[in-house]
């Protein structure tokens, strides 16, 4: 779907269904966060769900299109081979997310590239000089204005829809720097130039004080090859800029950023119910020592 038609829930000034509809164009690789909305989704209507999204049906469902694009999802290859993946990955970022609120009273929580992600709402992070930042572009960012209610602060907490790339724009000026930070990029890195990366995490270290975490998935050279084959068969190909094999270079190039926890795909919650052939890929990669190539999450202080 290179168009979202997303329901307009203002018009009238209430929210129903029986709605003008509204068209939000979603281009290159915005579209790609309605394949992890979709998936979480189907983990939601599982039998048995992992990560148990509610949310992502919602959002789906608010979404003209939405329910075509789940039933085309269900049962197809990509969904009995790995379906389950966005799920396993989200997983693991909200119990980051999680840990490192209850290590930290005041706090901000910087949710770059969430796309319709509803980490927000998922995870308890409220609480005094608490602030969630959810940051996409301004197209993303005003399709999740429409099709998601943001979480209901409470406790002196706050919370911040932004609409800019991460590489342009003053929204990290915006950001107050004297509190601990949560930095978390799912699926984000690798859309990313390598010049942008650098120049990203570089402003984030410098502007945060008292410094933080950041978490990330590196996405390998190998999986990256796949997506960008897979993506190469839709109107237009999705350029993956930043493959990365080696989370500990970012380390190694930036002064201040320590390397604290790596995980590969056999690591996580989930992995025992991917299909055979999958889990053999992945241990197979271990085994020889590329674990690397098919992509890691990484949990970094500063
Ligand atoms: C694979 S989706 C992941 C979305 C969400 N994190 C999730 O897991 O569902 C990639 C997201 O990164 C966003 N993105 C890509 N480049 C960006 C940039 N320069 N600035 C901000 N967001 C960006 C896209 O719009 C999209 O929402």
Known sequence: MSQAVIMDREADGKDS????????????????????????????ISDRPLLGDAFASQTLSRIDGGDELLATAKGSFADRVSGLLPAMRAKLFDSWTADFCANHQGATILHLGCGLDARSLRVRWQGEDRLWVDLDVPEVAEVRKQVMEPPETEDGAEYRIEASSV??????????????????????LVYLAEEDVYNLLGAILQHFQQGGEIVLDATGTFLARCFEAASSRFDEAIPMRFPLDDAQILSTKLKGLKLETILYTPDLDGFSRLPFGMRSMFKLGQWAGVSGKFGSFVRYSF
């Open 17 to 44: 269904n029986a709605q003008a509809k509204r068209e939000a164009g979603f281009t290159g690789v915005q579209r790609t966060l309605l394949a992890t909305l979709v998936f979480r989704a189907l983990d939601n």
């Open 167 to 188: 590489t342009e724009g003053d929204w990290l000026a915006k950001i107050p720097p004297s509190r601990p930070v949560l930095v978390v990029m799912e699926g984000l």
